[in-house]
């Protein structure tokens, strides 16, 4: 598992991949954002939860420097103790809700993936 | 080229209802028909904005189910699903019907049915909009106010009570809205005070769970004044789409959905943001109006929140905000609300908003689609 983000012909780099890229840019290779240590842009700690999500649901946009380019990401915290501007790591997780509960189909996409904690 | 006119308009109350969808639908377009006094067998379009109803109960084909129970028959019938802003991308489509020349009678109904659902699965069927990588998460439309609005204030110093300051203004404004589901005021210590739901924002910074309806009936200029003198036009209507992934936006306070849609439909009207006389803002979250005022033109960007602050968006202010209370007290059944502030852009223009009258030449409309993902914004002007 890797946290998987495209680089495209212009330099630019977007966390999820998209098949075309910003400005009509052409993706030509990845970067693996969980070697990476990134910076809290925003937070919040959600309590109303969809079934299978963790109750309460701490979330953050973390901002990550690849090479001097900036790629943002989204997902779970390991703890509500952050505050915006502060270094997180990315740490794998096999399961972030349960693929069963929600109205998705859970072959539709995969459900590991990584949190943010703490530095 | 004949302008747009609107020539009737209908609501349901909006609230947990007993009804399922099709009888939402029924009532509100039924109602329309009456307003504008238009025999169904002069329909000669009909769309019906929703957003699930296949999820949320199982029905699918409401556009023809409507067309029949209607007795629209032949009528072209299409449904138009735009998530949460599916009532305003079904004016951009009843507008486009007429304006082309292909319909001279166009009925747009807009409705959902939600209630029945716990308020985890409701916000389950909306998340599932979001990416698989947002999703997985489970990152929620409310969960993203609550990212924005903490964003807002660190970097604009806005004081945390300006946002509850907008759920207390539309709360206010929905006391005199008959069809809202919470004709109830609530006060700066409430809101401040309640459950936080996505901090930093509380229960009461976010729009209920709703059942209902709403609908409006378009013709040609040419055509409306064979029925009524009183009448609006459509003279803006644009339609933007944003990032579906919404990290990857640049500046996470701007909706660029609401900027390029606003842009055109003013330059469509040949009107800015100087001109309008009232708005009905897609007040989802009470960040929201914050995000559209800027991105409308109505305040510049980190100011939105001095604006309400002084209250010169309140009822009797220089711009009046959700005179209908807005999605936070009238309630928000997905498919109806665009068509919903329609309805009281319509109303206001007229001189049919009863007790939330205000003096209005000019009308605008800002309907939000996911977290911006896809936003509809409508300028109405009255009859001259």
Redesign the interface.
């Given at each position: 598992m890797t946290m998987e983000a495209y680089r495209y012909d212009d330099g630019s780099i977007t966390y999820p991949g998209h098949t075309i890229g910003p400005n009509g840019s052409e993706p030509v290779g990845t970067v693996d954002l969980s070697e990476y240590e990134g910076e809290v842009v925003t937070w919040t700690n959600s309590t109303a939860t969809p079934p299978g999500v963790r109750q309460p649901n701490a979330l953050a946009i973390v901002e990550f420097d690849v090479d001097g380019e900036s790629v943002r990401a989204i997902g779970q915290l390991t703890t509500d103790d952050v505050e915006t501007g502060d270094t997180v790591r990315p740490v794998y997780a096999e399961e972030l809700r349960d693929p069963e509960a929600g109205i998705k189909e859970p072959e539709s996409q995969d459900w590991d993936g990584y949190r943010f904690e703490p530095v | 080229m004949d302008r747009v006119a609107v020539i009737g308009a209908s609501m349901t109350k909006f609230g947990q209802r007993d009804s399922w969808v099709m009888d939402l639908l029924a009532e509100a377009g039924t109602a329309c028909l009456d307003d504008a006094g238009v025999a169904p067998d002069e329909v000669e379009h009909l769309y019906v904005s929703n957003m699930a109803s296949g999820?949320f109960e199982g029905q699918t084909g409401v556009m023809n189910a409507l067309a029949h129970d209607l007795d629209v028959l032949p009528a072209y019938s299409q449904r138009v699903d735009q998530t949460s802003s599916s009532g305003g991308a079904g004016i951009y489509a009843a507008w486009q019907s007429v304006a082309s020349g292909a319909s001279d009678m166009t009925l747009l109904v807009g409705g959902e049915k939600m209630t029945h659902r716990t308020?985890?699965?409701a916000?389950?069927?909306i998340?599932?909009i979001t990416?698989?990588?947002?999703?997985?998460?489970?990152?929620?439309l409310?969960?993203f106010a609550?990212?924005?609005a903490?964003?807002y204030l660190?970097r604009y110093d806005a004081p945390r009570e300006s946002l509850a300051k907008v759920a207390v203004k539309n709360h206010k404004n929905g006391l005199d809205n008959p069809h809202a589901q919470f004709q109830k005021e609530v006060d700066l210590k409430t809101v401040m005070e309640s459950?936080?739901?996505?901090?930093?924002?509380r229960l009461y910074d976010f729009c209920p769970i709703t059942d209902g309806s709403a609908a409006l009936m378009f013709c040609p200029e040419s055509v409306a004044e064979q029925y009524t003198d009183d009448y609006a036009v459509v003279t803006g209507v644009a339609g933007a789409t944003d990032t579906h992934?919404?990290?990857?936006r640049e500046d996470?306070t701007v909706m660029g959905g609401v900027v390029e849609s606003g842009k055109q439909a003013y330059e469509m009207a040949d009107l800015g943001p100087e001109d309008v006389d009232v708005a009905e803002l897609h007040d989802m979250f009470t960040i929201l109006e914050f995000l559209q005022m800027e991105g409308l033109g109505f305040a510049e960007p980190g100011t939105a929140w001095e604006r309400v602050e002084a209250g010169e968006t309140e009822m009797d202010g220089e711009l009046p905000i959700n005179t209908s209370g807005g999605l936070k007290s009238k309630g928000h059944p997905l498919g109806a609300s665009g068509v919903a502030q329609g309805y009281e852009i319509y109303a206001q223009l007229v001189g049919e908003a009863g007790d939330r009258q205000v003096d209005a030449d000019v009308g605008l409309a800002c309907n939000v689609g996911g977290f911006g993902n896809c936003v509809i914004t409508t300028i109405m002007e009255a009859a001259a």
């Open positions: - | 999820e308020t985890g699965e916000t389950d069927v998340a599932s990416h698989p990588v947002e999703y997985k998460h489970g990152v929620t409310p969960s609550g990212l924005t903490r964003h660190e459950p936080i739901v996505a901090d930093p924002l992934v919404v990290h990857e996470p």
